[in-house]
């Protein structure tokens, strides 16, 4: 009897994720076609900030490593993808003080090829930067990681004939859409509130609870924990491959250590170890950031002609980001989640009173 | 390389890494109390400089008394600094701190784009600091002999508040055992406020020879000699005092060597900071100086 | 063939040589009390049989398998399931999550089955939750099964531990002081609640307890640490006639005085 009340639950959730996608899917179609560009492309950046935040959140939230190298692994993505998605002529355009490289000098592949393989580079990064530091804790481990993406920066500022320097890369076409960010994005939701959810994502879990306990559990720290270095790096990676054909200019220093913070912000704010948490501040971020552009360019006020002060949306942030650690201590979401699992809960509230009573 | 170019090369290292001393010691303070790595400090180094190029456009002050005036800001700064963002989550996971000296750290910096603007400025330079000494083919700038003097002179006032006042050692006791500490009525709070007055006021000192030295300020100045009197923290044994001025003079005089030696690979001189940090803490973490 | 063997197990930290050749062997279902005053090095001693601390000397076996050298989780995996004296719960994960952490070394699916929630993992995962679910009645903590651990009060917290470690399936377990903090009343129910665990999932069971008197009851043999030297080593009614246990704890009581 309970078993089939189970499965007609689980059924039913199911139906309602199937719902929630199709009209994903139908606004993204309509908003392709409707919306002005200005539009999209904050939709699209929203769509780059969920994806960051939410692999960051598998590292620092769920498995309680506080790392501060997303931004590394960010460029990685960006730069690979680049090399491989950029015609030959672009290239050659691109790099007119020092040549590029063979193979990447005549190389093309299509875009989607690319970003995947932007991850998969970041990820393989992500476990050689992973392995070593993995017995760090705490902030140590934060600067360890934050050591390497400032590394892996300035390497690249370096590597002329692989990057370009600090010139960049401009005139990326522009492939990322609202179709790719957010077709990547409910990915990235599916496959790590998935993981979080099985049995590694309790292992995850209780590594971050007490590593000691964990481990005396049966709980392989050193595979756990670089599984989530793994897992979140592929994902920045992505994110950051898309992120570069949306701006279609990167350059090493747009990677730099406030890039990480921007994502720490929004995983801090959603709360550390909450999904859902970090989809609405991620939304919200590349929301505000655009609204609070209104600072940072001159104002007609009342009349009187304002100067933009720059600089100004990042101060807002800065001061949200330090009233939320300091009287908010565990995010908006606190940890938790909001789940439709929840919502049923509310709807059938009268049914299990019911069955308990009886 | 001829003995009169090493020669040179060595002042100026010796000369860099009495600054990164400077720094490196509010870094080794706060961690060896508060177990907290203040990511702020580089940020409060920053705002030195543009208080006392304030100091120096807006009030024209004479310099000896706008840096005094900056020194004595950035020391109320890094007061407050702690009072806002670390007293009050003394009790909360390491974690909560860390994340609030990240904050603190982004804040400082959009509040002085936002407040000093984003473009690099020119730093005043007095005549006294800018005149060049010719000693048999060696030249060499005055700031450049001014810092290591500027700098001893400072390092032993500290050594002496440390290890032979009272309040040295309170600051001495809490970093040994932070709750023993507490139940032998040590003043924590007000401890905890000196040492970040103590390493604001020495960050401070070394941000004015710094812009003396390298007279550009801007906003995100602060987060390279930060870096890098944080490594020299850390390789001489965080929360140890002579440590990290062995570990600042190390780092100077490498960071000079190298774009001396290897002028080809002078982009490298950062990366080359980083692989050394990452490299004590994964195999000596305790530092190489590593004393208490 | 014995369940443990220890072998001259020795460790030094610094100076101090915190548990000195140490031996012991456990056959197939007993119940040995380790006991010792404060500091004796009882709690080192299960650190080193678990493979945390690796001991300057000595070896420990498990069915003659020499497992000094394998790592914690690798230990437990190998058979090894224990307690801690502080308890120390995943405390913000629920009362089940906590037990199914412990399902997890033996979990079959691979990563990217656990991912995309196949069917076999999905069946594997129930699996593992009905076999949490039937731990936690074991220990009469069902009711709680979806609160989160930290939550609970501290006599359930003790349970939830044992019951955690159970399901790594032990084949020893080691319990650190279980019934600390405990008055005698609740101490002997819960030396009870630890035989009936024993002879249900037949467990070898080695124990520490701080007091001699608890464990007096369901010990059929009984080793006394005191500054890392394993002072005695018998049945309880030995133990409490030796007159060098009773002057380590005479030894030890006139410390607290
Ligand atoms: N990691 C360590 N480093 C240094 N000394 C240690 C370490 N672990 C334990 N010791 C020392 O070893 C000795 C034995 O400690 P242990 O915790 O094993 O005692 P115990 O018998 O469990 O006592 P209690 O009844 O208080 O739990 C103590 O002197 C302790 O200070
Ligand atoms: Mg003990």
Same mark, same amino acid.
Request: proline fraction near 4%.
């Given at each position: 009897?309970?078993?089939? @009340?189970?499965?007609? @639950?689980?059924?039913?959730?199911?139906?309602?994720?199937?719902?929630?996608?199709?009209?994903?899917?139908?606004?993204?179609?309509?908003?392709?076609?409707?919306?002005?560009?200005?539009?999209?492309?904050?939709?699209?950046?929203?769509?780059?900030?969920?994806?960051?935040?939410?692999?960051?959140?598998?590292?620092?939230?769920?498995?309680?490593?506080?790392?501060?190298?997303?931004?590394?692994?960010?460029?990685?993505?960006?730069?690979?993808?680049?090399?491989?998605?950029?015609?030959?002529?672009?290239?050659?355009?691109?790099?007119?003080?020092?040549?590029?490289?063979?193979?990447?000098?005549?190389?093309?592949?299509?875009?989607?090829?690319?970003?995947?393989?932007?991850?998969?580079?970041?990820?393989?990064?992500?476990?050689?930067?992973?392995?070593?530091?993995?017995?760090?804790?705490?902030?140590?481990?934060?600067?360890?990681?934050?050591?390497?993406?400032?590394?892996?920066?300035?390497?690249?500022?370096?590597?002329?004939?692989?990057?370009?320097?600090?010139?960049?890369?401009?005139?990326?076409?522009?492939?990322?859409?609202?179709?790719?960010?957010?077709?990547?994005?409910?990915?990235?939701?599916?496959?790590?509130?998935?993981?979080?959810?099985?049995?590694?994502?309790?292992?995850? @879990?209780?590594?971050?609870?007490?590593?000691?306990?964990?481990?005396?559990?049966?709980?392989?720290?050193?595979?756990?924990?670089?599984?989530?270095?793994?897992?979140?790096?592929?994902?920045?990676?992505?994110?950051?491959?898309?992120?570069?054909?949306?701006?279609?200019?990167?350059?090493?220093?747009?990677?730099?250590?406030?890039?990480?913070?921007?994502?720490?912000?929004?995983?801090?704010?959603?709360?550390?170890?909450?999904?859902?948490?970090?989809?609405?501040?991620?939304?919200?971020?590349?929301?505000?950031?655009?609204?609070?552009?209104?600072?940072?360019?001159?104002?007609?006020?009342?009349?009187?002609?304002?100067?933009?002060?720059?600089?100004?949306?990042?101060?807002?942030?800065?001061?949200?980001?330090?009233?939320?650690?300091?009287?908010?201590?565990?995010?908006?979401?606190?940890?938790?989640?909001?789940?439709?699992?929840?919502?049923?809960?509310?709807?059938?509230?009268?049914?299990?009173?019911?069955?308990?009573?009886? | 390389?001829?003995?009169?170019?090493?020669?040179?090369?060595?002042?100026?290292?010796?000369?860099?890494?009495?600054?990164?001393?400077?720094?490196?010691?509010?870094?080794?303070?706060?961690?060896?109390?508060?177990?907290?790595?203040?990511?702020?400090?580089?940020?409060?180094?920053?705002?030195?400089?543009?208080?006392?190029?304030?100091?120096?456009?807006?009030?024209?002050?004479?310099?000896?008394?706008?840096? +005094?005036?900056?020194?004595?800001?950035?020391?109320?700064?890094?007061?407050?600094?702690?009072?806002?963002?670390?007293?009050?989550?003394?009790?909360?996971?390491?974690?909560?701190?860390?994340?609030?000296?990240?904050?603190?750290?982004?804040?400082?910096?959009?509040?002085?784009?936002?407040?000093?603007?984003?473009?690099?400025?020119?730093?005043?330079?007095?005549?006294?600091?800018?005149?060049?000494?010719?000693?048999?083919?060696?030249?060499?700038?005055?700031?450049?002999?001014?810092?290591?003097?500027?700098?001893?002179? +400072?390092?032993?006032?500290?050594?002496?508040?440390?290890?032979?006042?009272?309040?040295?050692?309170?600051?001495?006791?809490?970093?040994?055992?932070?709750?023993?500490?507490?139940?032998?009525?040590?003043?924590?709070?007000?401890?905890?406020?000196?040492? +970040?007055?103590?390493?604001?006021?020495?960050?401070?000192?070394?941000?004015?020879?710094?812009?003396?030295?390298?007279?550009?300020? +801007?906003?995100?100045?602060?987060?390279?000699?930060?870096?890098?009197?944080?490594?020299?923290?850390?390789?001489?044994?965080?929360?140890?005092?002579?440590?990290?001025?062995?570990?600042?003079?190390?780092?100077?005089?490498?960071?000079?060597?190298?774009?001396?030696?290897?002028?080809?690979?002078?982009?490298?001189?950062?990366?080359?900071?980083?692989?050394?940090?990452?490299?004590?803490?994964?195999?000596?973490?305790?530092?190489?100086?590593?004393?208490? | 063939?014995?369940?443990?063997?220890?072998?001259?197990?020795?460790?030094?930290?610094?100076?101090?040589?915190?548990?000195?050749?140490?031996?012991?062997?456990?056959?197939?279902?007993?119940?040995?009390?380790?006991?010792?005053?404060?500091?004796?090095?009882?709690?080192?001693?299960?650190?080193?049989?678990?493979?945390?601390?690796?001991?300057?000397?000595?070896?420990?076996?498990?069915?003659?398998?020499?497992?000094?050298?394998?790592?914690?989780?690798?230990?437990?995996?190998?058979?090894?399931?224990?307690?801690?004296?502080?308890?120390?719960?995943?405390?913000?994960?629920?009362?089940?999550?906590?037990?199914?952490?412990?399902?997890?070394?033996?979990?079959?699916?691979?990563?990217?089955?656990?991912?995309?929630?196949?069917?076999?993992?999905?069946?594997?995962?129930?699996?593992?939750?009905?076999?949490?679910?039937?731990?936690?009645?074991?220990?009469?903590?069902?009711?709680?099964?979806?609160?989160?651990?930290?939550?609970?009060?501290?006599?359930?917290?003790?349970?939830?531990?044992?019951?955690?470690?159970?399901?790594?399936?032990?084949?020893?377990?080691?319990?650190?002081?279980?019934?600390?903090?405990?008055?005698?009343?609740?101490?002997?129910?819960?030396?009870?609640?630890?035989?009936?665990?024993?002879?249900?999932?037949?467990?070898?069971?080695?124990?520490?307890?701080?007091?001699?008197?608890?464990?007096?009851?369901?010990?059929?043999?009984?080793?006394?640490?005191?500054?890392?030297?394993?002072?005695?080593?018998?049945?309880?009614?030995?133990?409490?006639?030796?007159?060098?246990?009773?002057?380590?704890?005479?030894?030890?009581?006139?410390?607290?005085?």
């Amino acid at each position: 009897m309970k078993k089939v @009340k189970k499965k007609e @639950k689980d059924y039913f959730l199911f139906f309602l994720k199937i719902i929630a996608i199709l009209i994903v899917v139908i606004f993204v179609f309509i908003a392709q076609r409707n919306f002005d560009a200005y539009v999209i492309r904050i939709l699209t950046l929203c769509g780059i900030y969920v994806i960051l935040g939410v692999s960051l959140n598998l590292i620092n939230g769920f498995t309680g490593q506080f790392s501060l190298g997303h931004a590394g692994f960010m460029s990685i993505g960006a730069y690979v993808s680049a090399l491989l998605y950029m015609s030959p002529e672009l290239k050659e355009v691109n790099y007119f003080i020092t040549p590029l490289i063979w193979p990447f000098s005549v190389i093309q592949i299509p875009f989607f090829i690319s970003v995947i393989a932007g991850g998969i580079i970041a990820a393989l990064v992500g476990f050689l930067v992973g392995a070593p530091c993995l017995r760090l804790k705490g902030d140590y481990l934060a600067i360890v990681t934050f050591g390497f993406s400032e590394i892996i920066r300035i390497i690249f500022n370096n590597l002329q004939s692989i990057t370009n320097g600090p010139l960049g890369l401009k005139g990326l076409p522009s492939y990322t859409n609202l179709w790719w960010s957010w077709g990547a994005a409910i990915f990235t939701i599916y496959f790590i509130s998935n993981l979080i959810n099985s049995s590694y994502g309790r292992a995850l @879990k209780s590594i971050r609870e007490d590593e000691a306990a964990a481990e005396a559990m049966g709980v392989n720290l050193f595979y756990h924990k670089g599984l989530a270095f793994v897992v979140g790096a592929f994902f920045a990676g992505i994110g950051g491959a898309l992120l570069g054909s949306l701006i279609m200019t990167i350059d090493p220093n747009t990677f730099s250590v406030v890039m990480t913070f921007q994502i720490i912000v929004i995983v801090i704010v959603g709360g550390l170890g909450s999904i859902t948490g970090t989809v609405i501040v991620a939304t919200i971020f590349a929301i505000l950031m655009e609204f609070l552009r209104v600072f940072e360019s001159p104002m007609n006020f009342f009349g009187t002609k304002l100067p933009g002060i720059p600089g100004m949306r990042m101060l807002i942030f800065s001061i949200i980001l330090m009233v939320v650690i300091l009287f908010f201590k565990r995010g908006l979401m606190g940890g938790k989640e909001f789940s439709l699992k929840q919502f049923i809960k509310i709807f059938s509230r009268d049914n299990r009173v019911i069955k308990e009573g009886s | 390389m001829s003995l009169n170019v090493f020669l040179q090369n060595l002042i100026n290292g010796i000369s860099l890494g009495c600054l990164f001393a400077l720094i490196a010691i509010g870094y080794t303070m706060v961690y060896g109390i508060l177990r907290l790595i203040n990511f702020a400090h580089g940020d409060i180094f920053m705002m030195a400089t543009f208080f006392a190029y304030y100091a120096i456009a807006l009030f024209s002050l004479p310099w000896g008394l706008a840096f +005094f005036a900056a020194i004595i800001l950035t020391i109320l700064l890094g007061i407050t600094v702690d009072r806002i963002a670390y007293r009050p989550l003394r009790d909360a996971p390491r974690i909560s701190s860390l994340c609030s000296a990240i904050g603190m750290s982004f804040f400082l910096q959009n509040l002085a784009i936002v407040v000093f603007g984003g473009r690099p400025k020119p730093f005043f330079r007095p005549e006294f600091f800018d005149q060049t000494f010719v000693i048999s083919d060696i030249r060499i700038q005055s700031v450049s002999l001014i810092t290591p003097l500027v700098s001893i002179f +400072f390092l032993l006032i500290l050594t002496y508040i440390i290890y032979r006042t009272k309040t040295g050692l309170a600051m001495r006791a809490i970093s040994k055992d932070f709750d023993t500490a507490k139940l032998m009525g040590i003043n924590l709070n007000q401890t905890i406020a000196l040492t +970040f007055a103590i390493g604001s006021g020495l960050a401070a000192i070394g941000a004015i020879l710094w812009a003396l030295r390298y007279p550009q300020i +801007f906003p995100f100045m602060g987060m390279f000699p930060g870096w890098r009197a944080f490594t020299a923290a850390i390789i001489g044994g965080i929360g140890s005092i002579r440590g990290a001025m062995l570990g600042g003079f190390l780092i100077g005089l490498m960071t000079i060597m190298i774009v001396a030696f290897f002028p080809e690979q002078a982009g490298y001189k950062d990366a080359f900071v980083f692989v050394l940090l990452i490299f004590v803490l994964l195999y000596k973490p305790e530092g190489i100086f590593g004393e208490e | 063939m014995s369940v443990l063997k220890a072998d001259h197990l020795t460790i030094k930290f610094g100076g101090l040589t915190a548990v000195s050749n140490f031996c012991v062997t456990v056959e197939e279902g007993e119940l040995v009390g380790l006991i010792g005053p404060n500091g004796a090095g009882k709690t080192t001693t299960f650190n080193m049989l678990t493979g945390v601390y690796k001991p300057t000397n000595g070896k420990v076996y498990l069915y003659e398998q020499d497992i000094t050298k394998k790592r914690i989780d690798q230990i437990t995996a190998l058979g090894i399931g224990r307690t801690f004296q502080n308890v120390r719960l995943f405390s913000e994960l629920s009362v089940i999550e906590n037990v199914m952490v412990g399902s997890h070394l033996r979990l079959k699916s691979s990563f990217f089955q656990a991912v995309f929630h196949t069917p076999r993992y999905t069946k594997e995962d129930e699996q593992i939750r009905e076999e949490a679910k039937q731990l936690l009645s074991e220990v009469h903590l069902d009711k709680f099964e979806n609160k989160v651990a930290g939550s609970l009060p501290y006599g359930e917290q003790r349970r939830l531990e044992i019951a955690r470690a159970l399901a790594t399936k032990p084949k020893l377990l080691l319990l650190d002081e279980p019934a600390a903090g405990m008055n005698p009343q609740e101490s002997r129910d819960l030396m009870n609640f630890i035989q009936k665990i024993q002879n249900k999932f037949k467990l070898t069971i080695v124990l520490i307890e701080h007091d001699m008197k608890v464990v007096m009851g369901i010990c059929k043999r009984i080793l006394v640490l005191d500054y890392g030297v394993t002072i005695a080593e018998g049945k309880p009614i030995e133990i409490q006639h030796n007159p060098e246990v009773i002057k380590a704890y005479l030894g030890a009581e006139a410390n607290y005085a």
